[in-house]
């Protein structure tokens, strides 16, 4: 597996924090924030490690499909063998489906509907924050009162309706996700919104009649920014996590191999074949935990509160 | 207190505007849906004329305007008739009302625990932020997160059903015991543990997290040190000046978050066959029973609605820093 490896890279990790004063008589030079944040993120060993992870997910679900080419809906060996047979390192589920193979060419799935959940919850949030924020008065009250609408529905129940009024596929899997996880992004762009309008330089910003959409764009969206990100980040591994309980249930497109597919179709095998079950899990488990040890070491490397402990 | 009323007033005004809203919704979903109960009468009827079909329609009322329609559906609803199951063959309120207990002695067992003791472990933490029990939580948090909760319920079944057969893998209780007497009662019990744990484990790992940092930033505060300052004992400082406010947060996130969490409970029924409403909404998907499916949304917004408003409601008496129209 590509992330096993990669921790030797990991703890041959050594970063040299040096700040660069070129002349003893020079003021020192700013460090642009986005810098800042990357060296400090470079430093968090455990946020370096979820970087890599991901990175080998990603390289084992892209890439590796070139290479290990066994379709995994094919009946290749006996039903039910376990891990270490031969040909099948992962063993094989109640049908003689490949485990490996559904590992590999599951992946895509899982981290498509994943990210473009992700992206469309972060769309929509950050279109409803930034107006209800921006804006205030009656614009805030109706966009809050809708975002509230949507934070009490049951978020899986009302996916599951979606998914099944029409029929599953990875787009409307995406979609019926994107569509309930959007509300967490807006209350935090609207609360950045409300907190930064009422800065100087916003006000600065306005004094040169600047237009409503360079003060959002320009002024304020890049330094409501860093929050925003780590809330992004956190949506990507929400979304997989909901993904992956769909395909459990039996609910996304039966035509498309992923890991929660796997493991909902094997789970009345799990008595007498427990890795049918659990390998698909642990991937699962492993490219959500890298996805969030990133979002962690982003926010402490964006927030500068956080940066002091 | 006359402000408390005003408050209490205007929140439940706002709560009976969502649960229209959802009831809109729910009658919009119905109308998208492909094919409505009269195409299910009719595929069961077999070959059926056009005219008949017309008359069925009407005898439904789908042949009138959809505003009227809507009219006609809300005041189903207020009258307690969330239409007829398709595939069960009896009223929607009854299935549901059959599989609420469950789910929510599932639920509030699991809630009760994670927000205990995760507020214990929470508290520990923040005393020490930098000892190896705090790790642990920051660990725990993470795993809890990453982890999805079906599979977490899978491995338990595999560990403590199948590998070391301690508890039952499926239901509620065994069959042939009477309900009502002791042993059923100690069987639910038993039959109860592997999904609570499940169901709890994720809420444990988010509580523990969010007291500890709610604590964390309570300690750091100006009324903390002037207590210290006064020389009282640590543990009252902790426990009678600091927990009280730092449970504020806590309590209202909990209450909030009641639409994940009975997220959350769908998947383990669905993992442990316990007989609850997301059980019910899973078979009721898989066999295209809309009205059901559809009665479990409405019914579970209200739940999250009624719920809200109660935790609303509690947090404007906790918290006198609340006033009406702050809303951050």
């Known amino acids: ?309 | 207190m006359a402000n408390f009323s005003i408050i209490a007033a205007k929140r439940i005004l706002n709560a009976a505007a969502l649960i229209l809203a959802v009831v809109i919704l729910n009658f919009l979903l119905i109308h998208i849906a492909p094919g409505d109960i009269v195409d299910t009468i009719a595929g069961e009827m077999g070959g059926i004329s056009p005219e008949l079909i017309a008359e069925i329609r009407a005898d439904y009322g789908l042949d009138r305007p959809l505003y009227e329609q809507l009219a006609l559906y809300i005041l189903k609803i207020l009258r307690g008739d969330l239409g007829h199951s398709f595939f069960y063959d009896v009223p929607v309120v009854d299935l549901i009302l059959d599989a609420l207990p469950q789910t929510l002695l599932l639920v509030i067992t699991a809630l009760s625990l994670a927000l205990v003791i995760g507020t214990i472990f929470g508290v520990i933490a923040a005393r020490r932020p930098n000892s190896a029990f705090s790790h642990f939580i920051t660990v725990l948090s993470l795993i809890g997160f990453s982890a999805p909760v079906f599979w977490t319920g899978l491995m338990f079944l595999i560990a403590f059903a199948s590998f070391i057969p301690l508890f039952p893998p499926a239901g509620m209780a065994d069959l042939g015991l009477e309900s009502g007497s002791l042993d059923y009662y100690l069987d639910v019990l038993h039959h109860m543990v592997l999904p609570v744990v499940t169901l709890a484990l994720i809420y444990l790992a988010f509580y523990s997290r969010l007291s500890r940092a709610s604590m964390l930033d309570v300690l750091g505060s100006d009324y903390v040190r002037t207590a210290r300052a006064k020389g009282l004992s640590e543990r009252v400082v902790v426990y009678k000046h600091a927990l009280r406010n730092a449970l504020i947060p806590i309590v209202t996130i909990a209450g909030l978050q009641f639409a994940q969490i009975l997220s959350g409970a769908v998947l383990v029924e669905a993992v442990f066959a316990w007989p609850g409403l997301g059980t019910l909404a899973l078979e009721a998907i898989l066999r295209r029973d809309g009205p059901t499916i559809l009665g479990i949304l409405f019914f579970s917004a209200m739940v999250v609605v009624i719920f809200n408003l109660l935790t609303d409601l509690t947090y404007n008496l906790i918290d006198p820093r609340i006033r009406l129209g702050s809303k951050e």
């Open chain 1, 1 to 309: 597996m590509g992330h096993i490896d990669m921790t030797d890279q990991k703890s041959n990790q050594s970063q040299p924090a040096s700040v660069t004063l070129e002349g003893a008589y020079e003021i020192p030079s700013i460090e642009h924030p986005l810098r800042e944040a990357a060296r400090m993120f470079a430093r968090n060993k455990a946020a370096l490690g979820g970087l890599i992870l991901l990175v080998g997910i990603l390289i084992l679900t892209l890439v590796v499909p070139f290479f290990y080419t066994v379709d995994p809906f094919d009946l290749v060996w006996a039903p039910l063998s376990p891990p270490g047979t031969e040909n099948v390192p992962f063993g094989t589920d109640y049908l003689g489906r490949d485990i490996l193979a559904g590992i590999i060419h599951g992946g895509s799935a899982t981290l498509a509907v994943g990210a473009s959940a992700a992206l469309l919850a972060v769309v929509i949030g950050l279109s409803v924050g930034s107006l209800a924020g921006y804006y205030g008065g009656w614009v805030d009250e109706v966009l809050m009162r809708i975002t509230e609408f949507f934070q009490v529905l049951p978020t899986l129940l009302f996916a599951m309706v979606i998914v099944a009024l029409f029929q599953p596929s990875v787009a409307t899997v995406a979609f019926a996700i994107g569509v309930v996880s959007w509300t967490a992004v807006a209350r935090l762009a609207r609360s950045e919104f409300l907190r930064i309008r009422a800065l100087d330089y916003v006000k600065a910003a306005r004094s040169i009649s600047s237009s409503n959409s360079r003060v959002i764009w320009y002024v304020i969206l890049p330094n409501a920014m860093p929050p925003l990100v780590v809330q992004a980040t956190l949506a990507v591994g929400g979304a997989i996590l909901f993904e992956a309980g769909l395909s459990f249930l039996g609910l996304a497109d039966p035509n498309v191999m992923s890991w929660g597919f796997m493991i909902g179709s094997s789970r009345d095998y799990l008595m007498d074949a427990w890795w049918t079950v659990t390998i698909p899990g642990v991937f699962i488990f492993l490219t959500v935990l890298a996805v969030s040890l990133i979002g962690d070491g982003l926010n402490d490397a964006t927030n500068p509160k956080l940066r002091e402990r």
